[in-house]
């Protein structure tokens, strides 16, 4: 398995300004997913961001809005940017620890509140 | 069209009353099936995955099984802190990789 922790755990925003969520594991992984928990919902994969190219995004979710970083194998950041109410969700990044297996870890997630 | 679907979505039990969750798919090619604890807000907790019809997995009070069409989760002699949604999640082909499709999940409360 993996630990994995994020920063901030939560955050009340104004509308229209930026976040930047960090996630920081404890060992080199080379797959990290970004996932969205909408209130009483179930997780949406918002990007994959493997080290050393661009991240993928699933339907729906666009790197204007959703800016990735990955600069190294322990570490990777999402931003959600020009934010509105409907971005007030919990956001959550997991690991593959193993490229032959396709379970994923994941973190404690980000509260975000947009007001 | 791939789909995952978890019943009950929610299940009141006594503690000590044994009882199980569903999760039913159907997607065009199972890669693999997960289960996954979480505690109201935290991130969800790896329990198991299955690869294959017939296969079980085994911790502690829980106790996962396969088929080709649905996956269910056991729970024997449940204890308060057993109270948690429980997701369930099936990896499927997707062009030329794999997706994750992801059940809403059963909240599953234990009474003492």
């Known amino acids: 398995s993996a630990v994995i922790s994020q920063k901030p755990s939560r955050d009340i925003c104004q509308r229209g300004t930026s976040l930047t969520i960090q996630c920081q594991v404890d060992?080199?992984?080379?797959?990290m997913f970004w996932y969205r928990q909408q209130p009483g919902q179930s997780l949406t994969l918002i990007a994959t961001?493997?080290?050393?190219?661009?991240?993928?995004?699933e339907s729906g979710f666009v790197i204007d809005k959703f800016p990735i970083s990955r600069p190294n194998l322990t570490f990777s950041t999402l931003t959600v940017s020009n934010m509105s109410p409907e971005d007030s969700s919990i956001y959550l990044c997991?690991?593959?620890?193993?490229?032959?297996?396709?379970?994923?870890?994941f973190g404690p997630g980000t509260r975000l509140t947009v007001l | 069209e791939d789909q995952v679907t978890q019943s009950p979505e929610a299940l009141r039990l006594q503690e000590g009353e044994s009882s199980s969750l569903n999760c039913s798919y159907t997607?065009?090619?199972?890669?693999?099936l997960f289960w996954y604890r979480q505690d109201p807000g935290k991130g969800p907790e790896f329990l198991f995955t299955?690869?294959?019809?017939?296969e079980e997995k085994e911790k502690e009070r829980l106790k996962a099984t396969l088929t080709k069409k649905e996956s269910f989760l056991h729970i024997t002699a449940p204890k308060p802190e057993d109270s948690a949604t429980y997701l369930c999640?099936?990896?499927?082909?997707?062009?030329?990789?794999?997706?994750?499709?992801w059940g809403a999940g059963t909240k599953l409360i234990i009474k003492p």
């Open positions: 997607v065009s090619g199972l890669r693999g």
């Open positions: 060992s080199q992984v080379t797959m």
């Open positions: 299955l690869y294959s019809a017939g």
């Open positions: 997991s690991v593959k620890v193993q490229l032959s297996t396709d379970t994923q870890y």
């Open positions: 961001a493997n080290q050393g190219s661009e991240a993928t995004y």
């Open positions: 999640a099936v990896q499927a082909p997707k062009d030329s990789n794999y997706q994750l499709i």
